[in-house]
Nanobody, 128 residues
Framework: QVRLVESGGGLVQAGGSLRLSCAGS????????MAWFRQAPGKEREFVSA????????DYADSVKGRFTISRDNAKNTVYLQMNSLKPEDTAVYYC?????????????????????WGQGTQVTVSS
């Protein structure tokens, strides 16, 4: 019953922008950390960004800092990722995730195994 569904991916030229959304159902996630990861072909799943329960604290991978912005709307049980100044190396399947226990950020939340729920991903392709 618990489900996360990503949307907003697509094909964009380098320097362009996309906004990803992840809507949850089957359980309310307003008390928990939510995050975005990405996985390129042949590579491990990589941390992108995380946000605490209220949206007052965020964390970003160095590779996206200053270009991507994570936000959430707890009334809609949804987390967003605004991606600006996209680069070809941003090309990947982007996944949203929820930690079903933790409310606030910590180093452990940069690791995929910290999360309990995952979406099926949305493809982002950035052409040069």
């Amino acid at each position: 019953q618990v489900r996360l569904v990503e949307s907003g991916g697509g094909l964009v030229q380098a320097g362009g922008s996309l906004r990803l959304s992840c809507a949850g159902s089957g359980r309310t996630f307003s008390s928990y950390v939510m995050a975005w990861f990405r996985q390129a072909p042949g590579k491990e799943r990589e941390f992108v960004s995380a946000i605490n329960w209220s949206g007052s604290s965020t964390d970003y991978a160095d590779s996206v800092k200053g270009r991507f912005t994570i936000s959430r709307d707890n009334a809609k049980n949804t987390v967003y990722l605004q991606m600006n100044s996209l680069k070809p190396e941003d090309t990947a399947v982007y996944y949203c995730a929820v930690d079903g226990e933790r409310s606030n950020l910590g180093r452990v939340l940069r690791v995929p195994t910290a999360y309990d729920y995952w979406g099926q991903g949305t493809q982002v392709t950035v052409s040069s």
